[in-house]
C-alpha cells in the first residue's frame, strides 16, 4: 500500500473517531442537562444542513481551490469544537451542530474529490470502500472510548480531542 493511502486511511479514522466523540458528548450532554426530548432536536439540526446543503456547497467551490477550501474547513471544525470547552448552553449546542453540519456538507464531498484525486485510478473503488469501512469502524470504536472518557472526565475533554482530531488528520494528508 502506498504513502498516500495509508495516511488517507489514517487520517479518516482520527477525523471520524474524534467527530464521533463529539456527537457523543452532545447527545450525553443534551440529554443530562436538558431532557431526552431535546436529544431528538439534537439529531435533526445536524442533518438538516446536510440535507440542504450538501450537493450545492462543494460544487460552487472553483476546482483549483478545492484542497484549500477542505483545509480551512477541518480549521474551523476545530474551532467550533472548542467553542464548546467553554460554553455548553443548549443555544451553542445547536448553533455548534448546525455550522458542523453545514462545514462538512461541503468537506466531505472534497474530501471525497481529493481522495478520487490522489488516487490510482484502479483503486478508487478499493479505496473508498476502505474509507467506509474505517467510518463504520469508528462508529463502533468511538462511543466505547467516549462513555469511558466522559465517565473518567468530562465533555469538555471530547469536543478537545475532536477539535485536535481535525488538525491531526490535516496535518497526516499534508506531509
Known sequence: MNTTLKKIYLSTFINSFGSWLTFLAIALLVKEKYGGQQVVWVFLVQTLPAILFSRSLAQLIPE?????YYWVSQVLLALNCLVLCLVQSLPVLYIH????????????PL??????????????NEVFTKIGSIQTATLAL???AGAWIKIISS??????I??????????????
Open 64 to 68: 483549483n481551490q478545492q484542497e484549500r
Open 97 to 108: 451542530l448546525f455550522i458542523a453540519a453545514f462545514l462538512k456538507s461541503a468537506s466531505t
Open 111 to 124: 474530501f471525497n474529490t481529493l481522495v478520487g484525486r490522489w488516487t490510482p485510478t484502479n483503486k478508487v
Open 142 to 144: 468511538a462511543p466505547i
Open 155 to 160: 465533555s469538555e475533554l471530547l469536543f478537545f
Open 162 to 175: 475532536d477539535a485536535i482530531s481535525f488538525i491531526i488528520s490535516i496535518v497526516i494528508l499534508k506531509e
